[in-house]
């Protein structure tokens, strides 16, 4: 006789590990190459896991650091943001929701070819997402609260963005320059002939005089 046990199916909710996490999401990813289509998967969901991503982008399960970056790698292959802003990790069979604290990325390396409108910004993400800033992948940049500071972002794919970290923020910066947009002048950067406002000029040159 077949126990009930034995019919139990293992899910991404009640895996009891990271171990358990990353065989199933390697069952249901091996098949590919390249990045799972998450975007055409439309699984049930099937609940929140406890899982967080925090701002300086380490993974927490189960309220501990996942420490094996091929792990959290594996499991940024997965995730998706959807319409209701939720985040989740995704396979064919099934979806579970995760906490994001800021982004599920962050930007730790940048890379600048060309000038003026033939420059193009390259970033690289803490999980080894590499892209370049432009149509599919614009900048945008919002002010931090309380702080008065500015936070940027770019776009990685689909709904989920990587936040570009300080040290990267700052050389962002220094490729700013003077652009009317709107009939505004504006302190912006260029990538990929596309232009990034970040503040107005005469707001910029009011810190600057602080």
Known sequence: MTSNHEHREESLATAGDTSGLQALISRATRAGKGLPPVERWNPEFCGDLDMEIRPDGTWFYLGTPIGRMPLVQLFSTVLRKDEDGKTYLVTPVEKVGIRVIDAPFVAV??????????????????????????????????????????????????????????????????????????????????????????????????????
């Open 109 to 210: 390396e940048m890379n600048v070819t060309g000038e003026g409108e033939r420059q193009v910004l390259t970033f690289r993400t803490n999980v080894g997402d590499v892209v370049e800033a432009g149509p599919e992948h614009p900048l945008r940049f919002v002010d931090e609260d309380g702080t008065g500071g500015l936070k940027p972002y770019v776009l990685v794919r689909g709904r989920l963005e990587a936040l570009v970290g300080r040290p990267v923020m700052y050389e962002l910066i220094e490729h700013g320059e003077e652009i009317e947009v709107g009939g505004e002048l504006m302190f912006a950067v260029r990538s990929h002939g596309e232009v990034y406002p970040i503040m107005p000029a005469e707001r910029l040159r009011q810190l600057a005089a602080e």
